[in-house]
């Protein structure tokens, strides 16, 4: 009886953590795609010092905070996140704004693939 109590426990516990992290990975990118949209707007805007000092706000803080995730996740898209900000810096600085936004959207759409590759859903189980 007391190992399938603690076989019950632990299995409780450790779905709970699964949400907890869910849930904080979620937050986690969706306050970079707000900010991504920030700087989309100054890209469309030509506001390219603004938009300059933003990016490198952003990818500062990516390079800081992605490793508390990137120990426990694919580090593909993290490292595909971290490759497009170089690109969107070059793109930002030539002043290119075709390219710029086009960076932006792949970093967006990065940050959602992260979250779907975790995502606890009927879908991903069969």
């Known amino acids: ?14 779905m709970l953590f699964g949400f907890y992290v869910n849930n904080k990975l979620y937050d986690f990118t969706e306050d ?19 938009a300059q000092k933003e990016a490198d706000s952003i990818s500062t803080r990516w390079s800081k905070e992605r490793n508390h995730w990137y120990k426990v996740l694919n580090h593909e898209y993290f490292d595909e996140i971290g490759l497009k900000f170089n690109i969107l810096d070059k793109a930002i600085y030539t002043e290119n704004k075709l390219k710029s936004l086009e960076e ?12 779907e590759s975790v995502k606890f859903d009927i879908n991903y189980i069969f």
Do not use: C, H, R
């Not at 932006?104 to 979250?115: A, C, D, P, R, W």
């Open 1 to 14: 009886m007391k190992s399938t109590t603690f076989v019950i426990l632990w299995a409780v516990l450790f």
């Open 32 to 50: 970079y795609k707000n900010n991504m949209s920030i700087l989309e707007k100054s890209i469309e805007n030509e506001e390219w010092e603004k």
């Open 104 to 115: 932006v959207e792949s970093i967006k759409t990065y940050l959602g693939n992260i979250v």
